[in-house]
T-cell receptor
C-alpha cells in the first residue's frame, strides 16, 4: 500500500513565522501535490512537483513556496505566515506518466496561525 | 474551464436506506472522474474512478457510481447505508489539458458533501 506521511498533524504558529510542512511518500511516485482544504471551498492546489527539483504553481501559490530535493520528499514553506493561511494542508502523490491516476493523500496538517 | 459541482453540502440518510451523493461535471471531451472519502481528521481515501467502459463503476466499501454522459453526472451510490459511512465525500475530475511545461495533469475537486447516516 502507498503510504504518504506528513510531519505534523497539528501546528500552531505566530503571524510572520516561517513554517515548514513536510511530506514523504514511499512508492517512488513521480508526482507530488500540496492542497489546502477549507470549508465550502473543497481542495485547492497550491503547488505540485513532477520530478526532483521540478515544480509548478497550482491555483493559489501566493504566499507559499515548495522544495523537492529528494523524490520521496516534498516540502511546503510558508515564508511569512498570515492568519489567512490557517487551514488544513493535504499532501498527495501519484505515479505520473499521463494515465488518469489515483492520488494518494497524507493525513493532513491542521495549521493555525495566530 | 473544467469544473465539478456537488450541489448538496450535506446529505442525511437513515441506516439501511440507499444513499446517493450527487456530482455533475463540466469538461470538454471524455472525462476521467473520481470519488474520494475523508473521515474525520484524516486525509482523502480513493473510492473509485471512471475512465472508460461500463457506466456503472464499483469501488471500495460497497460504493458504486454511475456515469451518465447525457446528464454529465457521476453520482455516488450505495444500496444500504451504514453509520460508519458518515464522512465527507469529494468528487474530482482530471483536467483535460496537461501542463505545457511538465505534461502533468491537475485534478479539480468539488466542494465536498457531508454524508450523515443516522442510526
Amino acid at each position: 500500500d502507498v503510504k504518504v506521511t506528513q510531519s505534523s498533524r497539528y501546528l500552531v504558529k505566530r503571524t510572520g513565522e516561517k513554517v515548514f510542512l513536510e511530506c514523504v511518500q514511499d512508492m517512488d511516485h513521480e508526482n507530488m501535490f500540496w492542497y489546502r482544504q477549507d470549508p465550502g471551498l473543497g481542495l485547492r492546489l497550491i503547488y505540485f512537483s513532477y520530478d526532483v527539483k521540478m515544480k509548478e504553481k497550482g491555483d493559489i501559490p501566493e504566499g507559499y513556496s515548495v522544495s523537492r530535493e529528494k523524490k520521496e520528499r516534498f516540502s511546503l514553506i510558508l515564508e511569512s505566515a498570515s492568519t489567512n493561511q490557517t487551514s488544513m494542508y493535504l499532501c498527495a502523490s501519484s505515479e505520473g506518466g499521463g494515465r488518469p491516476e489515483t492520488q494518494y493523500f497524507g493525513p493532513g496538517t491542521r495549521l493555525l496561525v495566530l | 474551464a473544467q469544473s465539478v459541482a456537488q450541489p448538496e453540502d450535506q446529505v442525511n440518510v437513515a441506516e439501511g436506506n440507499p444513499l446517493t451523493v450527487k456530482c455533475t461535471y463540466s469538461v470538454s471531451g471524455n472525462p476521467y472522474l473520481f470519488w474520494y472519502v475523508q473521515y474525520p481528521n484524516r486525509g482523502l481515501q480513493f473510492l473509485l474512478k471512471y475512465i472508460t467502459g461500463d457506466n456503472l463503476v464499483k469501488g471500495s466499501y460497497g460504493f458504486e457510481a454511475e456515469f451518465n454522459k447525457s446528464q454529465t453526472s457521476f453520482h455516488l451510490k450505495k444500496p444500504s447505508a451504514l453509520v460508519s459511512d458518515s464522512a465527507l465525500y469529494f468528487c474530482a475530475v482530471r483536467d483535460m489539458r496537461p501542463s505545457t511545461t511538465s505534461g502533468t495533469y491537475k485534478y479539480i475537486f468539488g466542494t465536498g458533501t457531508r454524508l450523515k447516516v443516522l442510526a
